[in-house]
């Protein structure tokens, strides 16, 4: 069983930036891919980035990639996402999630989820 919690979300001018954070419980962090997905109201979740576990290869969604930037500390068992030049249509909110074993793209592939944090993004 692995909980996850959220954090670093917020309020913020397009062209700011945030780092979200999320903090898992367990001993066996590392084993996990860890992911973030987005919800802005009225959509569907939405792919936003992954990283394998211990660290392997990460994935950014098109609309994210030169801008978002996904890492993991397994000693501290968290995941970070970096969020710069953010944008209006960045506002969402955002959940990290705990999985593997398929696609790392897809919300299927993650059995653990965080309650989610709100990021929005005036203009």
């Known amino acids: 069983q692995v909980q996850l919690v959220e954090s670093g979300g917020g309020l913020v001018q397009a062209g700011g930036s945030l780092r979200l954070s999320c903090a898992a419980s367990g001993r066996t962090f590392s084993r996990y891919s860890m992911g973030w997905f987005r919800q802005a109201p009225g959509k569907e979740r939405q792919f936003v980035a992954a990283?394998?576990?211990?660290?392997?290869?990460?994935y950014l969604s098109d609309s994210v990639k030169g801008r978002f930037t996904i890492s993991r500390d397994d000693a501290k068992n968290t995941v970070y996402l970096q969020m710069n030049s953010l944008k209006p249509e960045d506002t969402a909110v955002y959940y990290c999630a705990a999985g593997g074993g398929g696609p790392l793209t897809i919300a299927t592939t993650y059995n653990y989820w965080g309650q989610g944090t709100q990021v929005t993004v005036s203009s």
């Open positions: 990283i394998s576990w211990r660290g392997g290869p990460t």
